[in-house]
């Protein structure tokens, strides 16, 4: 059964200090895996997309990486703006759904 | 703003009554999804419609949940006889064509049931 599992469950990061959240995965297959971002009562907003091991993406202070069994969205030197539920989800062959984890909860403090 | 929209945006209702969502896709995506999220999960898949087609439907889905997305525009979701553990937020997403698999969310349906 496709799976996926984040860690750790809550991040908290004083201002500039960077870190790393982790989303491992088992996939029968995987056709993608995606980074969101949630804010408390709104919807799920997508940041990246990666679809092969080594992939890389970046989008100001994140940094995506994706290996096969695995991927990480790297934040370099944080702002309390980034603070929000950071959610993993992978596609894979047999459906066209997407499989969430938990998420990350980060809370950056100034 | 040309973005996935939802209404309500909330519904309190009574247990055992009916309740309906309506999601607006973004203009020509041809995919559409619904999923619900409890606190402190992630979202969870509930059905898809490629254009006006339902192509899959979660095991999870009892017979009191029903989607229709007749002109493969827009979609509800019904509720029928509606219980506590239905309490959720109900979120829509849609995605641009067959070989992209980004989906992009509306800001969602919050139900909850007294």
């Known amino acids: 059964e496709d799976q996926v599992t984040q860690s750790p469950e809550a991040l908290r990061l004083q201002e500039g200090e960077s870190s790393s959240l982790n989303c491992s995965y088992t996939?029968?297959?995987?056709?993608?895996l995606f980074w969101y971002r949630q804010d408390p009562g709104k919807g799920p907003e997508f940041l990246f997309t990666?679809?092969?091991a080594g992939e890389e993406k970046e989008k100001e202070r994140l940094k995506a990486t994706l290996t096969k069994k695995e991927s990480f969205l790297h934040i370099t030197a944080p702002k309390p703006e980034d603070s929000a539920t950071y959610l993993c989800?992978?596609?894979?062959?047999?459906?066209?759904?997407?499989?969430f984890g938990t998420g990350t909860r980060l809370q950056v403090f100034p | 703003d040309t973005g996935v929209s939802q209404n309500p945006r909330h519904k309190i209702t009574k247990r055992g009554q009916n309740v309906t969502f309506r999601c607006d896709p973004i203009?020509?995506?041809?995919?559409l999804y619904w999923y619900r999220q409890t606190l402190g999960q992630g979202p969870e898949f509930l059905t898809y419609?490629?254009?006006?087609?339902?192509?899959?439907k979660s095991r999870l889905l009892s017979d009191r949940f029903s989607a229709e997305r007749p002109k493969g525009s827009f979609s509800t979701l019904e509720i029928q006889r509606t219980e506590q553990g239905d309490s959720a937020m109900y979120l829509c997403?849609?995605?641009?064509?067959?070989?992209?698999?980004?989906?992009?969310f509306g800001p969602g349906t919050r139900l909850t049931v007294t």
């Open positions: 990666l679809y092969s």
């Open positions: 989800a992978v596609v894979s062959y047999n459906t066209d759904k997407l499989i």
């Open positions: 997403a849609s995605s641009p064509k067959v070989s992209s698999y980004e989906q992009y």
């Open positions: 203009s020509e995506h041809n995919r």
């Open positions: 996939v029968s297959g995987l056709r993608g």
């Open positions: 419609f490629q254009n006006e087609a339902q192509l899959e």
